[in-house]
């Protein structure tokens, strides 16, 4: 049996196991797409194995996660019909004795028994679903990750169904899904908060248990200065490519026009889990500012009976090519809310913002704010060095600064080194904490 054969009836049956026992799953930091490849030779079947091991150690505990994950794709008619399907296998330590426990140092650090206990050996599907994709149009069906055509709104893992139609310059999107607390990116198969642990007790969840409880909807209309320019109205795999906040900003700044592109969206939540009919409306621009600065900007209103609210994002953004191989970001960014209706929160149910390495701040910490600036080097493959500094400006205050330095070695192996101190009123003390993190693809 030659390596070919070898490696896809090992991602065959794996994902035959995986079938068998399927929970939540979340998003993940991978580089499996660079190591999809065709099996035996054909230009039908493709497939990739990815396995992470990490360790971390924080002021007040260790914790380790390793993860084994899996994606066997079909496609047909010349690419244009693909089914596609990922999952894989987690389990992680925590030195504190983990979430969902008794009596571990309730009286340092309450609340162990408020946070909903996580399976810590754990099988998950990540993305199972049918795509069509033509040059005017795009469709996908299944269990798939779903970015809709704004900034922020959602960014989730769905059960639903969404379609593009690209018309010169403008691009018409609509969605419909249902969002499933065993398959959700809040979920607990690849992510890392409930990992750390830090900070006890959840955060409110509108996730139904079963099909129908939890869905949305949308429609949105972008115009885009550049038709040629690629454009993602359904989102699929997020092993599509490593979850770098930054990457979208590493393009050409020569020769583009001032507006990129505007666009509007309707969106609107609803099923059982949610005590009220949530709609949310706005508009969203990405601009070329003198300088090579990029800004992106987005207001959204939300309507939900005496809590109405706008929300709004903001991002300023300088890409400097230094020349050789050498690239440097800088940028800063601001999300937050502003109150109609007295004490009222904006909380778009999926935006899944999870600012922050460890605190994964999102839409109910608002108003969150970002500083970041990232260094590429020509050394080794996809070598750089990326600072984060985050926060709230209200509520407890929580601040998180991130320092990641990550190199690929071989093409199959990415080291990530991660380091950072946090600050809260929901902590006792400040804390430190230090990740490595090792990602090898087949």
């Given at each position: 049996?030659?390596?070919?054969?070898?490696?896809?009836?090992s991602?065959?049956?794996?994902l035959?196991?995986?079938?068998?026992n399927?929970?939540?799953s979340?998003?993940c930091r991978?580089?499996?797409?660079?190591?999809?490849?065709?099996?035996?030779?054909s230009?039908?079947?493709?497939?990739?194995i990815?396995?992470t091991?990490?360790?971390?150690?924080?002021?007040?505990?260790n914790?380790?996660?390793?993860?084994?994950?899996a994606?066997?794709?079909?496609?047909?008619?010349?690419?244009?019909?693909q089914?596609y399907?990922?999952?894989?296998?987690?389990?992680?330590?925590?030195?504190?004795?983990?979430?969902?426990?008794?009596?571990?140092?309730?009286i340092?650090?309450?609340?162990?028994?408020?946070?909903?206990?996580?399976?810590?050996k754990?099988?998950?599907?990540?993305?199972?679903?049918y795509?069509?994709?033509?040059?005017?149009i795009k469709?996908?069906?299944?269990?798939?990750?779903?970015?809709?055509?704004d900034?922020f709104?959602?960014?989730?893992?769905?059960?639903?169904?969404?379609?593009s139609y690209r018309?010169?310059?403008?691009?018409?999107?609509?969605n419909?899904?249902?969002?499933?607390?065993?398959f959700?990116?809040?979920?607990?198969f690849?992510?890392t908060?409930?990992?750390y642990?830090?900070?006890?007790?959840?955060?409110?969840?509108?996730?139904?248990q079963?099909?129908?409880?939890?869905?949305?909807?949308?429609?949105?209309?972008?115009?885009?200065?550049n038709?040629?320019q690629?454009?993602?109205a359904?989102?699929?795999?997020?092993?599509?490519?490593d979850?770098?906040?930054?990457?979208?900003?590493?393009t050409?700044t020569?020769?583009i026009?001032?507006v990129?592109?505007?666009?509007?969206?309707?969106?609107?939540?609803?099923?059982?889990?949610?005590?009220?009919y949530?709609?949310?409306?706005g508009?969203f621009?990405?601009f070329?500012l003198?300088?090579?600065?990029?800004?992106?900007?987005?207001?959204?209103y939300?309507?939900?009976?005496?809590?109405?609210?706008?929300?709004?994002?903001l991002?300023?953004?300088?890409?400097?090519?230094l020349?050789?191989?050498?690239?440097s970001?800088?940028?800063?960014?601001?999300v937050?809310?502003?109150?109609?209706?007295?004490?009222?929160?904006?909380?778009?149910?999926?935006?899944n913002?999870?600012i922050?390495?460890?605190?994964?701040?999102d839409?109910?910490?608002?108003p969150?704010?970002?500083?970041?600036?990232?260094?590429?080097?020509?050394?080794l493959n996809n070598?750089y060095?990326k600072?984060?500094?985050?926060?709230?400006?209200?509520?407890?205050?929580?601040?998180?600064l991130?320092?990641?330095?990550?190199?690929r070695?071989?093409?199959?192996?990415?080291?990530t080194?991660?380091?950072?101190?946090?600050?809260?009123?929901?902590?006792?003390?400040?804390?430190?904490?230090?990740?490595?993190?090792?990602?090898?693809?087949?």
């Amino acid at each position: 049996m030659n390596s070919k054969h070898f490696r896809a009836i090992s991602i065959i049956c794996f994902l035959i196991m995986n079938s068998i026992n399927s929970y939540s799953s979340m998003d993940c930091r991978s580089i499996l797409n660079t190591q999809i490849k065709p099996l035996f030779g054909s230009k039908y079947f493709v497939g990739g194995i990815e396995l992470t091991g990490a360790m971390a150690g924080m002021t007040d505990r260790n914790v380790k996660n390793g993860l084994a994950i899996a994606g066997l794709g079909l496609n047909l008619k010349e690419s244009k019909h693909q089914f596609y399907v990922e999952g894989g296998y987690k389990n992680f330590y925590n030195s504190k004795g983990g979430p969902g426990k008794q009596g571990n140092d309730t009286i340092n650090y309450p609340g162990y028994e408020q946070f909903s206990a996580v399976d810590k050996k754990h099988w998950g599907f990540r993305e199972f679903y049918y795509n069509f994709n033509s040059e005017n149009i795009k469709l996908s069906l299944g269990l798939q990750t779903t970015k809709l055509q704004d900034y922020f709104l959602v960014d989730e893992r769905v059960v639903g169904a969404g379609a593009s139609y690209r018309s010169g310059n403008l691009v018409y999107a609509v969605n419909i899904a249902t969002v499933l607390a065993q398959f959700a990116r809040y979920g607990d198969f690849c992510g890392t908060r409930h990992v750390y642990n830090l900070t006890r007790g959840g955060r409110v969840d509108f996730l139904g248990q079963n099909f129908g409880e939890s869905n949305f909807y949308a429609a949105s209309v972008k115009w885009v200065n550049n038709s040629s320019q690629e454009t993602k109205a359904v989102t699929n795999s997020e092993s599509e490519g490593d979850e770098d906040e930054f990457s979208e900003f590493a393009t050409d700044t020569e020769n583009i026009p001032f507006v990129s592109e505007v666009g509007s969206i309707f969106y609107g939540e609803f099923g059982e889990v949610f005590p009220d009919y949530k709609y949310y409306g706005g508009l969203f621009s990405k601009f070329n500012l003198p300088l090579s600065i990029n800004l992106k900007t987005e207001l959204l209103y939300q309507y939900v009976y005496k809590e109405r609210a706008f929300g709004y994002f903001l991002e300023l953004s300088k890409l400097f090519k230094l020349g050789e191989g050498y690239n440097s970001l800088i940028g800063a960014a601001m999300v937050g809310k502003i109150e109609l209706d007295k004490n009222t929160m904006f909380y778009p149910s999926y935006t899944n913002l999870f600012i922050g390495e460890v605190m994964k701040m999102d839409a109910l910490d608002l108003p969150v704010f970002q500083l970041f600036t990232k260094f590429d080097f020509p050394w080794l493959n996809n070598m750089y060095f990326k600072v984060q500094y985050s926060g709230q400006t209200n509520g407890s205050h929580t601040k998180e600064l991130d320092l990641e330095l990550s190199a690929r070695f071989f093409n199959h192996l990415k080291t990530t080194l991660i380091g950072g101190h946090i600050t809260s009123t929901k902590l006792i003390k400040d804390t430190y904490f230090g990740r490595v993190e090792f990602r090898f693809a087949i």
